[in-house]
């Protein structure tokens, strides 16, 4: 699907935090066709610098950059690296994120005919690093790399942070109550930030995708034989589209954030793509 809205990003320096993840390498992907500069940054340099590699090909310009958003050295790392290749963060798109075993329950419901068994794990049964894990790596890898690269930002024109949240913002999903709790986070953050920079000419956005089929989720999604799973059909039938959304219905939400042309009056929202999941009661 190719847009033919695209923003002109020409001289416009992207920073892309989990870039060689399945949505933020088609971000990096869409963006570098606005003729923008991208920084693919990622825990594991060779999957960034293969996202980057893709791109040059096609004719436009990205690098690789190993970077951990838990770790501040590392992000001050990565941006001296982006600094010096391209100058100064005009975009930051926030997209690191994921979950954990660790932090998941077994039942959506509390089973208290499997309570306390050993193979069984309720919430009591959660471990306190996994969720740490889950929470940090979504919410504090959010915090970390805005507060490196923002400073680059500050007082400049089409300054623009995209922070990406999730459908668990507005409904928490069964079963992953740290990954709903970040998500929730990350959207407060978002209004919070939005409201801290108005004066600076950084706008805070974020996009909060419902229900994508990807190479990430297939196991969860669908069944060896290509039909779909339980958890599918509950999705399906709470969504009133009806069907998974295509990655690529992100873009337009994407350039529109970033465009300032087009929205240069709007900080502090958090958009849902999502077919009306999040409008949905279920009746």
Known sequence: MERTNKPDLTGK???????????????????AKCHAKIAVLDLHFSKAEEVAKNIRAEGYEAIGVECNVLNVDSIKMAHQVVCDTYGKCDVLINGAGGNNPQATTDDEFFNASKFNKETYKSFFDLDINGFNFVFGLNFSGTLLPTQIFARDMIDKKDATIINISSMNAFKPLTKIPAYSA????????????????????????????????????????????????????????????????????????????????????????VIPVDGGFSAYSGV
């Open 13 to 31: 320096v992207v920073v892309i935090t989990g870039g060689a993840g399945v949505l933020c390498s088609m971000f990096a992907e869409a963006l």
């Open 182 to 269: 970040a998500k929730a986070a990350i959207s407060n953050f978002t209004q919070w930030l939005a409201v801290y920079f108005a004066k600076t000419g950084i706008r805070v956005n974020a996009i909060a995708p419902g229900f994508f089929s990807t190479t990430q989720n297939k196991t969860l999604l669908w069944n060896e034989d290509g039909t779909p799973t339980a958890r599918s059909h509950k999705i399906l039938n709470h969504t009133p589209m009806g069907r998974f959304g295509e990655a690529e219905e992100l873009i337009g939400t994407l350039y529109w954030l970033i465009d300032q042309s087009a929205s240069s009056f709007v900080t502090g929202v």
